[in-house]
T-cell receptor, first 118, second 112 residues
């Protein structure tokens, strides 16, 4: 099946620092990637849609200057949490949209990145 | 955006067949129905996707009635490792990008 990786899997940082999370589609090209955030015991909340070579589209209420998204290639998207604060602590998950042989277009999710801001 | 409604939680015994039903009354003509499974601290895992009637793969079946306003995920002979949250999603075309909106999901607990 399709594999989407994220790095790092876990990060702890001090308040005020910036953290970059990478999302890679390993066996298919993804023109569109998505970034989600999930708080404990809650569902996934879509933060932004990232298209290769263009600016990301952010969901309402998500600060684009705080959550910088770059989708420089068909296999890599990055999310940078700038000037992180404790309330940004969450589980960040990316997904990549693609096709597998015999299947329709769907989204495949990465394993997630646990961010803890002290 | 198409919205989905699922039971918040379900319990079942090992070895039983589990059916989780999802309502999506506002599904659009071009929308597909996709189910994901999520374990704690992991990303959702694709289970199955369908458009109409019945779809079956090695882990589950998906039943979709003719009006497509609901769907049922069927897990045959569940085991303890099937304890997870199951999400039903309906694809929604927005500006040419298909984004999925997650509902609350169904927390399935398998009892020994």
């Amino acid at each position: 099946g399709a594999v989407v990786s994220q790095h790092p899997s876990r990060v702890i940082c001090k308040s005020g620092t910036s953290v970059k999370i990478e999302c890679r589609s390993l066996d298919f090209q993804a023109t569109t990637m998505f970034w989600y955030r999930q708080f404990p015991k809650q569902s996934l909340m879509l933060m932004a849609t990232s298209n290769e070579g263009s600016k990301a589209t952010y969901e309402q209420g998500v600060e684009k200057d705080k959550f910088l998204i770059n989708h420089a290639s068909l296999t890599l998207s990055t999310l940078t949490v700038t000037s992180a604060h404790p309330e940004d602590s969450s589980f960040y998950i990316c997904s990549a949209r693609g096709w597998l042989a015999g299947a329709t277009d769907t989204q495949y999710f990465g394993p997630g990145t646990r961010l803890t801001v002290l | 955006l198409a919205k989905t409604t699922q039971p918040v939680s379900m319990d079942s015994y090992e070895g039983q067949e589990v059916n989780i039903t999802c309502s999506h009354n506002n599904i659009a003509t071009n929308d597909y129905i996709t189910w994901y499974q999520q374990f704690p601290s992991q990303g959702p895992r694709f289970i199955i996707q369908g458009y109409k009637t019945k779809v079956t793969n090695e882990v589950a079946s998906l039943f979709i009635p003719a009006d497509r306003k609901s769907s049922t995920l069927s897990l045959p002979r569940v085991s303890l490792s099937d304890t997870a949250v199951y999400y039903c999603l309906v694809g929604d075309e927005v500006g040419g990008n298909e984004k999925l909106t997650f509902g609350t999901g169904t927390r399935l607990t398998i009892i020994p």
